[in-house]
């Protein structure tokens, strides 16, 4: 069997790269990246060390893509993941459709001419801002929780947030783009009867992560805290309560194997995988980790918000649990000491891997 994997060298795509050999006998793994990220070479011996076939090729570009062997399926590993992508200089926006939406339908026309499947990496952040950011918290153990008997959204609860809740705008333009992709992959299978799975999923974290805010928070505030950089509440009440919950890659390769291995023969409705309440944590609560493990680091306080920002995110994926029988098997535990001993061993990460 042969999977291509877009966005291959990013934190993501290598991980489940290492991981797929585990779980699939005889996989034929192909990979392409564009490698505009910092960071992004660094995996490439790993690369090497797996036997990927590598392509320097740019989902954007349609005549890359043409340009690629056929596969059985694709992992579509690549995107520009930030909540605040588009945001910036002029252009900005539309270069995020190009990487998020249009990179999609380059692949998808790529999995129409081969008969190739489509695994599609989506976002919790493709879920209502509106709703979530009126959910009722209160503050316990320096985090925020939500109150349990409030009038709960639609597809929320004390759980965290399910596949039914609420999609309608505003999500973000960078959740917009996701949710657009997801659409699109379901009509491309209905229409063309493809395979296609679509994975919403949590925040990821893991050692090797690149150091960048808006995509690895867990793996940015440990670095720069053993660093000693500068590190700011920001937004909310500026006491970093906002929690969020964290998934390592390889905990979805099971999964992943037993959907290439056994197609659905209708589209199937996306499904949430994320750590959940179990593996979910504030900022504060993390700053007390590092207190531990590195010793005293004064966090600054910026109460002022910032687009898209929300007070908790933590996904219910009790839906994978009945389907797939999955749950995330790496505990948040050994997720943050795995980040704590890489940022000891390289001190300059954030230096090769943030811009």
């Known amino acids: 069997m042969k999977l291509l994997i877009t966005g291959i060298c990013g934190f993501v795509g290598q991980s489940l790269a290492r991981a797929l050999r585990e779980h699939i006998d005889g996989l034929e793994l192909v990979g392409l990246d564009n490698l505009i990220r910092p960071g992004s070479e660094l995996n490439r011996p790993t690369l090497g060390s797996l036997g990927v076939q590598f392509f320097h090729s740019d989902i954007r570009s349609a005549s890359d893509i043409d340009a690629l062997p056929p596969v059985d399926w694709v992992l579509d590993a690549a995107a520009n993941a930030s909540v605040l992508a588009g945001l910036g200089h002029p252009g900005a926006s539309r270069q995020l459709v190009e990487h998020n939406l249009a990179g999609t339908i380059n692949l998808l026309e790529y999995c129409r001419r081969h008969r190739a499947g489509l695994i599609l990496l989506s976002t919790s952040r493709v879920y209502s801002i509106p709703p979530l950011s009126g959910l009722e918290l209160n503050i316990k153990d320096k985090a925020f929780e939500p109150l349990p008997n409030q009038a709960w959204p639609s597809g929320s609860s004390p759980s965290g947030i399910a596949e039914g809740f609420s999609t309608r705008p505003p999500i973000s333009l960078y959740g917009s783009t996701k949710l657009a992709s997801e659409i699109l992959a379901l009509e491309y299978a209905a229409a063309f009867g493809l395979p296609v799975w679509i994975n919403r999923c949590g925040v990821m974290a893991g050692a090797g992560q690149f150091g960048r805010a808006d995509q690895g928070i867990f793996s940015f505030w440990i670095h720069s805290y053993a660093a000693r950089r500068k590190l700011a509440y920001i937004g909310f009440d500026g006491q970093g309560h906002q929690v969020r919950d964290a998934l390592h890659p390889a905990d979805l390769a099971p999964v992943l194997a037993r959907q290439i291995a056994k197609p659905s023969a209708q589209p199937e409705s996306p499904m949430n995988f994320g750590g959940g309440t179990d593996n979910s944590m504030s900022l504060a609560q993390l ?21 898209f920002d929300l007070p908790w995110v933590v996904m219910d994926s009790r839906e994978a649990m009945r389907r797939w029988d999955w749950k995330p098997r790496i505990p948040l535990t050994a997720l943050l000491e795995d980040i704590g001993r890489h940022a000891q061993q390289h001190p300059n990460w954030l230096e090769l891997t943030s811009v």
Not at 287 to 307: K, T, V
């Open 287 to 307: 700053s007390d980790w590092c207190a531990d493990r590195f010793g005293a680091h004064n966090i600054l306080s910026d109460p002022r918000p910032r687009p």
